[in-house]
């Protein structure tokens, strides 16, 4: 098999509800995304998949959608004025710590048709996590 891997950053705020710890409090990151992608053959250009490819399917959406916004469990009580305030909010379903903003990535990639293997997020420089199926 063959796998490539782009390498994507964005920067995204967050709190995490429900947790004793200080990431109850609004702060931001600086996420470098890892998005692996895996064929058994290669294609007739002999590559997995273009990087370029990659880049405008997920950088472009992670662009749009996560970039410079507050990624916030849906409930929260900080949507309401943020949005009353028109700053940019992503909303989850549940918790949006790094192994769900993961998740999240990885199910778009594969909604975009890309072959993904595996998602890693760096939330910062030495912790990361990753979403495989
Ligand atoms: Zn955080």
């Given at each position: 098999m063959?796998?490539?891997?782009k390498?994507?950053?964005?920067?995204?705020g967050?709190?995490?509800?429900?947790?004793d710890?200080?990431?109850?409090?609004?702060?931001?990151?600086?996420a470098?995304?890892?998005?692996?992608?895996r064929?058994?053959?290669?294609?007739?250009r002999n590559?997995v998949?273009?990087?370029?490819?990659?880049?405008?399917?997920v950088?472009?959406?992670i662009?749009?959608?996560?970039?410079?916004k507050?990624?916030?469990?849906?409930d929260?009580p900080?949507?309401a004025?943020?949005?009353?305030?028109?700053?940019?909010?992503?909303?989850?379903?549940?918790?949006?710590?790094?192994?769900?903003?993961?998740?999240?990535?990885?199910d778009?990639?594969?909604?975009q048709?890309?072959?993904?293997?595996?998602?890693?997020?760096w939330?910062?420089?030495?912790?990361?996590?990753?979403?495989?199926?």
């Open positions: 063959y796998l490539v891997t390498r994507i950053e964005f920067c995204y967050h709190r995490l509800l429900d947790y710890g200080v990431c109850k409090h609004p702060h931001g990151h600086n470098v995304v890892e998005v692996d992608v064929t058994d053959e290669l294609d007739n590559m998949a273009d990087f370029a490819d990659i880049k405008r399917l950088k472009g959406w662009d749009r959608e996560l970039d410079h507050m990624i916030l469990r849906e929260d900080l949507v004025p943020l949005e009353a305030l028109g700053e940019p909010v992503f909303k989850l379903d549940s918790n949006p710590t790094v192994e769900r903003i993961c998740k999240l990535i990885y778009m990639a594969r909604d048709g890309l072959p993904v293997v595996a998602v890693r997020v939330e910062t420089p030495s912790s990361f996590a990753e979403y495989r199926a």
